[in-house]
């Protein structure tokens, strides 16, 4: 008798494929959904158990929903000229109603409920210039990484290293530094003021001082000449007499 055909829709169909280089783990995704009306048991089952770890194996799909399934590839030296044979196969049985073992139900299904689908593993390697690019990528992300990672670090380091006391003395610190800044720098505008109060009153002191001199001259000057004509007119006198 034929199995009956499978209810789940798997996405991809038929190939898993497998995007190295595979000297690391290489994940691909196989999307179970259920369009049907009733819960359904799965199972994900491989030629290769040991090559591959997938994430969830089995389970319960539910009416209407849908389950993404992690098929992860362990590190392998990849040989281009030798094909892939390892293949996958989806296994599902509706859920009885009232299902209380998952593992019984397996084990009790007839061979006629089973439902299975199989796909086979495709190994693929990038080009050149997607390994350029994959490369420059990945140098990028590294970098910003390690920038990003350098910040945190140093914002870590510095609140590590200050505590709300040291933040508290340091923000009081730089208070006092500015009021003190301020302050010399009323100091230095007021000595300026000074300074040109008291070169205005010098200069109004010498302007002040400098005729009273030059009086002082011109009365010199006067007496001395009001003296030479008395001097030349007592001479002549005397002189006049003489002649006389």
Known sequence: MARPEQVLLLEPQHELKFRGPFTDVVTTTLKLSNPTDRNVCFKVKTTAPRRYCVRPNSGVLDAGTSINV?????PFDYDPNEKS????????????????????????AK??????????????????????HDSDSTKLMSSSLQKSESSTLSMKSMSST??????????????????????????????????????????????????????????GLSTRTVALIVLFFVVGVIVGKLVL
């Open 85 to 108: 044979k390892h293949k996958f196969m989806v296994q599902s049985l509706l859920a009885p109603p009232e299902m209380t073992d998952m593992e019984g139900v397996w084990k009790e």
């Open 162 to 219: 200050l505590d709300d006391g040291e933040v508290k003395k340091i923000m009081e610190e730089c208070k006092r530094l500015q009021m003190e800044a301020q302050r010399l720098r009323e100091e230095n505008k007021q000595i300026r003021e000074d300074d040109g109060l008291r070169m205005r009153k010098s200069n109004v002191m010498s302007s002040q001082h400098s005729p009273s001199v030059g009086m002082v001259k011109e009365e």
């Open 70 to 74: 992690s098929v992860m590839l362990q």
């Open 111 to 132: 061979p006629d409920e089973l439902m299975d689908s199989k796909l086979r593993c495709v190994f693929e390697l990038p080009s050149e210039n997607e390994k350029t």
